[in-house]
Structures are given as structure tokens and as C-alpha cells.
């Protein structure tokens, strides 16, 4: 009805308006390439054994956190962190760079760092976890900044959190843009 075919699966180019999908050929005016993301688990001592969820298995819990710990401050790591502050739960976002949405226009990444704060998203930016523990009261985050390790104030106690690994586009995560050349692909 909109004009729009959808096909999964391997494919590739043939020409500038052809791209074989499934073994069968397919014409085309204009061509989308959307490859997905899939969160990829960040090396963090700890964190398989105290248990964390993703983008994709955060949505499975039953209960809302009192705490959460999100990991990352791409357009996920943010998405989750704003739902759940406005859901009611304190959140810390840790982002290894200065200011959250490094890749995003800097102007509109300021506009929104600053309405999290607003917001109370305890942002932990040029920080990451270097462990994460189990305790008896819950998930305690270790973590470093720039310019080295912070003191006795570097842990975060977690009761009920949920750690989010940083996504990452598919083996285009090298990538800081993702292009074509290809007439009419995007």
C-alpha cells in the first residue's frame, strides 16, 4: 500500500538499482540499508556474575528498580535512562566521554544533557565501571574517571539495578559514520 517492500536477510548489490536478496533478483528506486543494532556486553569485571540486562531484556522485568545503572550514552543508553527517571527511579548514567551523544549533532547532545540533569539522571560522564560486585544490600558499581581512579566515593550502591551494556552496530562499530555511495541507499 506504501510502496515499500521489506526483505530479511543477506544481500548485496548487483547495480545501481538492482540488489540480489534470497537468491532472487530485486529492482528498486530507492534502497534502505537497516542493519539493527544488538548490544554487545561490555568487559567489566564482575558483571556476568551479578547479572545485568540489555536494551533488548530490559523490558522483561516485572518490577520497577529503585536504582538502575545505565551504561553508555548513545541514543539507547539515553532512551532507557529518561524512561525510567520518569518512571520514578534514580538513575546513573556512566559514559566514557564528556558529554552524553558524542556522536550527535554537539548543540542538541548539550540540550539534552542538560535537561537530564534537570531531571535528576545522576550523569558519571568520562567515567566507566571497572567492576561491578555482589553484596548482601545489592549491586555495588566500581568505576574510574579520567584522570584516573576516584576515591572511596567511586562505588555506587545498586539495590535492585539493572546494568546496561553499551550496543554497538553490528562489526561497523569502528565506524563513526556509516555511508554509501551507492545512488539512492541510505
Do not use: M
Amino acid at each position: 500500500a506504501l510502496g515499500v517492500d521489506v526483505f530479511f536477510g543477506n544481500a548485496r548489490f548487483t547495480g545501481p538499482d538492482t540488489i540480489e536478496a534470497g537468491g532472487k533478483k530485486l529492482l528498486f528506486r530507492k534502497a534502505v540499508i537497516a542493519t539493527g543494532a544488538r548490544a554487545v556486553t561490555p568487559h567489566i569485571d564482575g558483571l556476568e556474575e551479578a547479572g545485568y540486562l540489555t536494551n533488548e531484556t530490559v523490558f522483561s522485568i516485572t518490577e520497577r528498580p529503585s536504582r538502575l545503572a545505565v551504561i553508555g550514552g548513545g541514543p539507547i543508553g539515553c532512551e532507557l535512562a529518561q524512561a525510567f527517571q520518569r518512571l520514578g527511579t534514580q538513575v546513573t548514567l556512566f559514559h566514557k566521554y564528556g558529554h552524553i551523544l558524542n556522536r550527535e549533532d554537539p548543540d542538541a547532545a548539550e540540550i539534552v544533557q542538560e535537561s537530564f540533569r534537570r531531571e535528576g539522571i545522576d550523569l558519571l560522564l568520562g567515567c566507566s565501571p571497572s567492576r561491578v560486585e555482589l553484596t548482601k544490600e545489592g549491586k555495588l558499581v566500581h568505576y574510574s574517571c579520567e584522570g584516573g581512579s576516584l576515591p572511596s566515593s567511586s562505588t555506587r550502591s545498586l539495590p535492585e539495578p539493572v546494568v546496561h551494556p553499551i550496543p554497538k552496530i553490528s562489526d561497523w562499530s569502528s565506524r563513526e559514520w556509516i555511508s554509501t555511495n551507492g545512488k539512492g541507499s541510505w
